[in-house]
């Protein structure tokens, strides 16, 4: 493995069952990324972008969904065969599509649920820190998760997800929703996260032209492979932040 790798991903393969037999979402994907990297991978839907991330988290309950083969390294060590709860404990947090926040709780006791990975004396700590990447949050507090906005409501996801203090964080469907201005306002928290050293793997399927602009790399996948591979100029970012 790569030094700076914080993912491998190796030859992930996955099907779906069906009546009519098997049928392969995921054919062969392969990369790698890096510390402190932001990758989109981006596709058309179907595609097998949801599986994929999916998978790194370990977080496809279908009962028809099969790992055929592959390999997965987070931090130079194998987690091929870990349930989800291990690679919390390893750093690897999910936002998922959405968003799957309790709309009954206040924003306050949605973020402590992500936190059951750090210590009661870093809690205050911890929620402090996303409420300084979302002020908004902080304004909102004690107020009842389900009274946010759409765009706040993905904030509250993404804060839940820091929560667990990952060096890995996947966002499912980021854009799905949301105006422009709330995606761009989202990005720009991400790459601020990446330049203190958090990789994120986004997939996205509507706002593809801001997602893709934020990130350090684009994998476009189609029909469960990846067709092509670029580096995104860093200039690019500033027409979207």
């Known amino acids: 493995m790569n030094g700076d790798n914080i993912l491998e991903v190796r030859d992930l393969r996955i099907s779906f069952s069906t009546h009519a037999g098997e049928v392969q979402a995921v054919r062969g994907v392969t990369f790698d990324l890096r510390r402190g990297e932001t990758l989109a991978i981006v596709g058309e839907s179907g595609s097998g972008k949801s599986v994929t991330a999916k998978s790194i988290m370990r977080l496809n309950p279908e009962a028809n969904t ?5 390999e997965i390294l987070f931090g130079g060590e194998r987690v091929t065969h870990l349930p989800s709860y291990g690679r919390i404990a ?8 959405g968003r799957r926040i309790f709309p009954n709780l ?18 205050a700590g911890q929620m402090q820190q996303v409420y300084d990447v979302f002020p908004i949050l902080e304004s909102r507090t004690g107020q009842r998760a389900g009274s946010l906005s759409g765009g706040e409501q993905q904030m509250l996801a993404v804060g839940r997800a820091l929560m667990s203090r990952p060096k890995l964080l996947l966002v499912d469907e980021l854009s799905l929703g949301l105006a422009p201005l709330v995606v761009a306002t989202l990005t720009e928290a ?11 793997v986004v997939v996205d399927e509507v706002h593809v032209h801001t997602t893709t602009a934020a990130a350090s790399r684009r994998l476009v996948l189609e029909k469960g492979r990846f067709v092509s591979e670029s580096a995104v100029e860093a200039e690019r970012l500033a027409t979207v932040l």
């Open 106 to 123: 206040s924003v306050r006791e949605n973020l402590r649920t992500g936190a059951n990975t750090i210590a009661k004396r870093q809690l």
């Open 190 to 200: 991400l790459v601020k996260l990446c330049a203190e050293g958090l990789a994120v």
């Open 90 to 97: 390893r750093g690897i947090a999910m936002v998922p599509e």
């Open 66 to 70: 099969i790992v055929r083969g592959g």
